[in-house]
Structure formats: C-alpha cells, structure tokens
C-alpha cells in the first residue's frame, strides 16, 4: 500500500515529549546539548569545570525543561527555569549579573527567570519550539507565578552594528512602562555602532514580542558569549493565549 504525501512526512516525523527533568542524566544531557550549541556552535567562553558540559552556579537551583525524542531518547531542547524562592536562596537571578533590576525589586515574589533555550540544530522547528513553550505556560499555571523574565541574546559577530540595529527596532514597539525599566551594568555603546542596518529581529526575540513581552531598556554586552542582551519582562496577564493554551505533555 503506496502511503500518502502527508502520511509519509507523518511517519518521518519525530515522536517528541516535554516535561521537567526528573533524573540527574537528564540534566547533564540538557547541558550536554547547552555545550554544544554555545560552545562548540556558537564560540561562547564557557566558565565550566567540566568538560563538555555548560555548568554554572545557577544549574543546581534550577528547574531543568527538556524535550526529548521518543524514539532515540535525545534531549534535543531545554530552557533552564529559576523559581522566585530558589533565586532568593541563591541571593540573585542570572539576570542580576547582567543588569540593575533595583525597578522591579516588587515583582520578585512573582517572577520566574528563564535562560540558556537551545534546540538540537536538526530539530529547530515550530514543534520543538512549540512544546517548550507549552511547558513554560504549565510550569507558570501550575505555580500560580505572573511574571516570565530573562535575558535575550542578539549576535555581536558583526562587532554591534546588527545588535544595535534590532535594538533600535525594539525601542519603537516593545519597551516597557519606565517603572519596569533595567540598567545594564556593562552597557552596549549603542552611540559607537550604526543602528541604521536593515536587519531582522532574532526568531526568539520576536516569539517573546508575539506572546506579549516588554523589552525593559538598553542593551548590556555579554563579552563571554559575545552578544548584546536584552531583559524581557512578559507579565503573565498579557501573554498572548496561544501561548497558555497548550498541556504539558506528560512522560
């Protein structure tokens, strides 16, 4: 029996599920796959002690997300999630480093940081992008949390031209209230580069803009993976309903 054109991308497709990482292989394969986007991919300066891995001080207060591939078992995406609580246990979220969020010293209570998303190269598709963030929506519903947050990184191979340029894009329709401002502690020159390249906005960046986030303020420069950050604030309240539609699939 000759299968249909759809039946047969259906048949190639992988299987592939979302949830929390329950086990410690999990996690060292989540910072496996971390390791090798950044590092080996992207040529980030990793302050890691073991080899092969994207390890920090950060990673044994975190929640680990992870998609997975049925059928091979490989962890192909991750976010890394800091709930309020283990943040005030560590002293600090990532984002502290990176920026003075004194202005949204209110909001902690409340505000989950998300960090370090990478997707296997061969699974950078809507339906892994997709279930990470529907495990994201439930992660938040389940806790009762109303703010997402974290820093979004945008390439400075150019030496700032393009960073300063999606900024400037960024600035006209997605800065947040003044009172939601942040400072960053090692600002982008943005007088220094030229903000008039034609440039588009970095998938991930218009994926938060798409489900309703703010971008809070100036650039800072991230000299170790060699990015300009921004801080994204999505308040729970805003946050475009397709993105709190989808279950987490369970195991």
């Not at 609580?85 to 502290?96: E, I």
């Not at 505000?111 to 994201?136: D, F, K, Q």
């Amino acid at each position: 029996m000759l299968l249909t054109e759809h039946q047969a991308a259906s048949a190639q497709r992988p299987r592939l599920s979302v949830s929390l990482a329950t086990q410690a292989s999990d996690i060292v394969a989540a910072q496996t796959l971390r390791y090798r986007v950044f590092a080996e991919e992207m040529g980030a300066r990793l302050n890691t002690r073991t080899p092969g891995l994207d390890v920090d001080l950060f990673d044994a207060h975190c929640e680990h997300l992870i998609v997975r591939d049925e059928d091979s078992q490989e962890v192909v995406g991750t976010y890394r999630i800091l709930p309020p609580a283990q943040a005030r246990a560590l002293g600090s979220y990532y984002s502290d480093t990176e920026f003075d969020l004194t202005r949204l010293q209110h909001l902690r209570s409340s505000m989950v940081e998300i960090g370090r998303s990478c997707v296997h190269p061969s699974y950078r598709n809507g339906a892994t992008i997709a279930l990470l963030w529907s495990g994201l929506a439930d992660y938040m519903a389940k806790h009762g949390y109303e703010y997402l947050a974290g820093c979004a990184s945008i390439s400075m191979a150019d030496g700032g031209h393009m960073a300063a340029s999606v900024y400037r894009q960024l600035q006209q329709k997605a800065l947040s209230p003044v009172e939601w401002r942040v400072f960053p502690r090692c600002p982008l020159p943005l007088d220094a580069l030229d903000a008039n390249t034609a440039v588009e906005v970095p998938p991930l960046i218009r994926a938060y803009l798409r489900a309703g986030a703010y971008v809070c303020g100036d650039p800072a420069w991230d000299p170790d993976f060699n990015t300009a950050d921004v801080f994204v604030l999505m308040p729970l309240s805003r946050i475009n309903r397709r993105f709190t539609r989808q279950p987490l699939k369970q195991d």
